[in-house]
């Protein structure tokens, strides 16, 4: 994408609106509902062996189980969540549904920096900071946070700059893992 004088080259965003599609939900959702089927079978077959009539250690883990596994659950399906990014704001998506959107006047800042992705190599990570925290929300901070795709990662780099010149959003890179946060105008500086 140009950028002269604050001014953005519409013509390189064709569509104001980018789905980045994440492969594997419906494999992640086929686990998600199979792992805690297995863990809800484990905590009634404790309770039922035990004959409940006290709460032994064993309730106890099998109940910790299906919570642990239960997170992961949704911890991955927030993961492969596909990534929308339109006029109205970032939204997440998983099967067809929107579970969880952020409109533009209400992003207070953008960060983008390096995170680990769990298997040792380093990705490049943007967290997006509301003013007014939602209700629900997985972080406290309430911020919404997407890796950097390798496919599409020019296209979510364009669009987001669009929206942030257009907003008018604060912008913070951090250029090595380990490094200070850099006030920066457009995530291409």
């Given at each position: ?167 008018n959003i604060p912008v913070e890179v951090r250029e090595t893992p380990y490094g200070e946060f850099i006030a920066v105008k457009t995530l291409n500086e």
């Amino acid at each position: 994408m140009t950028i002269k004088n604050n001014a953005v080259d519409k013509s390189v965003i064709e569509s104001k609106s980018y789905i980045f599609e994440v492969k594997g939900q419906a494999l992640a959702f086929l686990w998600f509902i199979c792992i805690n089927y297995f863990s809800f079978l484990v905590v009634l077959n404790i309770a039922f062996y035990e004959k409940q009539t006290q709460f032994t250690i064993n309730s106890f883990l099998g109940i910790m189980l299906f919570i642990v596994l239960y997170g992961m659950g949704v911890v991955n399906m927030a993961y492969t969540s596909d990534l929308i990014i339109d006029s109205i704001g970032i939204s997440r998506r998983y099967l067809g549904y929107k579970w969880r959107i952020l409109k533009w006047d209400n992003v207070k800042n953008i960060r983008r920096l390096f995170t680990s992705n769990g298997f040792g190599k380093i990705q490049r990570t943007y967290n997006v900071f509301p003013t007014k925290k939602p209700l629900i929300r997985f972080l406290a901070s309430g911020k919404m946070t997407f890796p950097e795709e390798a496919k599409d990662a020019h296209k979510l780099t364009e669009l987001l700059n669009f929206y942030i010149l257009q907003y008018n959003i604060p912008v913070e890179v951090r250029e090595t893992p380990y490094g200070e946060f850099i006030a920066v105008k457009t995530l291409n500086e």
